[in-house]
């Protein structure tokens, strides 16, 4: 079992940073891939970014892709995406995910723990 506990979501204007965490509790945690997702009011939920175990493999999603990036550190049972030069369609509740398997998987169906979300608006 891995709990997952997101912050630093916000309200920021496009072109901003901002940097959100996922801190995961449980032993086991390191042993998860890690993958963040987001969801817009009215849209399905979408892939944004994953990490290998190790942190060595990430993927993203092309929307993302050199915008953001998606760090962890084992030690610390943390998640980190880093948002740089954001876009008003970024504006969206983003979720952290753990998923048991190793293969990077882009499918919202393939991970099997979830956080409550945090809230990102970026304004024009």
């Known amino acids: 079992q891995v709990q997952l506990v997101e912050s630093g979501g916000g309200l920021v204007q496009a072109g901003d940073s901002l940097s959100l965490s996922c801190a995961a509790s449980?032993?086991?945690?390191?042993?998860?891939?890690m993958g963040w997702f987001r969801q817009a009011p009215g849209k399905e939920r979408e892939f944004v970014a994953s990490?290998?175990?190790?942190?060595?493999?990430?993927y993203y999603a092309d929307s993302v892709n050199g915008r953001f990036t998606i760090s962890r550190d084992n030690a610390k049972s943390t998640v980190n995406l880093q948002m740089n030069s954001l876009k008003p369609e970024d504006t969206a509740v983003y979720y952290c995910a753990a998923r048991r398997g190793l293969r990077h998987m882009a499918s919202a169906g393939s991970y099997d723990y979830w956080g409550q979300g945090t809230q990102v608006t970026v304004s024009s």
């Open positions: 990490i290998s175990t190790s942190g060595t493999s990430t």
């Open positions: 449980g032993r086991t945690a390191s042993s998860y891939r």
